[in-house]
């Protein structure tokens, strides 16, 4: 069982940036994939960005030049760093990890992310 906690959602304005991180339970050396998804209000859940323990990124094209995900294996933690903010990033955004392919995620309890005009 991993158990996940997210920080660093909140209010900003369109420009704006902020830096989510996302703390495990146990160690994530062996965590294959960690990535962020977010879910706006009446929409389906999506990936943001997700980072392999090679080291290699996957973004979705909505974020790519403006979102940086990131892990470090010795604080057990995963981030996003948010630049240029815009109105349409405003989501619950969760933490989501994953011990290898096809096997059961865990995801974090979710954190607001509100950008405004």
């Known amino acids: 069982q991993v158990q996940l906690v997210e920080s660093g959602g909140g209010l900003v304005q369109a420009g704006g940036s902020l830096r989510l991180s996302c703390a495990a339970s146990?160690?994530?050396?062996?965590?294959?994939?960690m990535g962020w998804y977010r879910q706006a209000p009446g929409k389906e859940r999506e990936l943001v960005a997700a980072?392999?323990?090679?080291?290699?990124?996957n973004y979705a094209d909505s974020v790519k030049g403006r979102f940086t995900i990131s892990r470090d294996n010795a604080k057990n933690t995963v981030s996003l760093q948010m630049n240029s903010l815009q109105p349409e990033d405003t989501a619950v955004y969760y933490c989501?990890?994953?011990?290898?392919?096809?096997?059961?995620?865990?995801w974090g309890q979710g954190t607001q992310v509100t950008v405004s005009t």
């Open positions: 989501n990890v994953a011990y290898g392919l096809g096997t059961r995620p865990f």
């Open positions: 146990v160690s994530i050396s062996s965590i294959r994939s």
């Open positions: 980072i392999i323990s090679g080291g290699s990124t």
